[in-house]
């Protein structure tokens, strides 16, 4: 997504990201001791995550789902040196769409670009 989509969509992607908030494990909201709230939680993941690429799938101009991926990473995940990589930090689908492969076709996109 262009930053201009990432603006276009972000309310969709926010709300994406609270209603699958205990779907993760720790939920999202629960990965900032210092939010106020669950929402404020959430906002900040959202925030944090918005810096990320995003490749995201729709049905008209209807967010499905995405994935939040990083590219050439080095720290606690990747070990130094191994390039290329993607670190994928997110992927959500809405409940509605899940059971439709999406993830799995957004994977066989990164992976084949």
């Given at each position: 997504?262009?930053?201009t989509e990432?603006?276009?969509?972000?309310?969709?992607?926010?709300?994406?990201?609270?209603?699958?908030?205990?779907?993760?494990?720790?939920?999202?909201?629960?990965?900032?001791?210092?939010?106020?709230?669950?929402a404020d939680?959430?906002?900040?993941?959202?925030?944090?995550?918005?810096?990320?690429?995003?490749?995201?799938?729709?049905?008209?101009?209807?967010?499905?789902?995405?994935?939040?991926?990083?590219?050439?990473?080095?720290?606690?995940?990747?070990?130094?040196?191994?390039?290329?990589?993607?670190?994928?930090?997110?992927?959500?689908?809405?409940?509605?769409?899940?059971?439709?492969?999406?993830?799995?076709?957004?994977?066989?996109?990164?992976?084949?670009?």
């Open positions: 997504m262009t930053e990432k603006a276009h969509y972000g309310e969709q992607i926010f709300a994406l990201l609270r209603e699958a908030d205990a779907d993760f494990v720790p939920p999202l909201s629960a990965r900032f001791p210092e939010a106020k709230n669950e939680g959430v906002r900040r993941y959202f925030d944090e995550m918005m810096t990320a690429n995003l490749l995201a799938t729709l049905d008209g101009d209807m967010l499905l789902g995405f994935v939040a991926f990083r590219e050439n990473v080095t720290g606690n995940y990747i070990p130094e040196g191994v390039f290329p990589n993607l670190y994928i930090g997110t992927a959500v689908i809405t409940r509605e769409a899940r059971g439709m492969h999406l993830t799995s076709r957004m994977y066989e996109h990164l992976f084949d670009t």
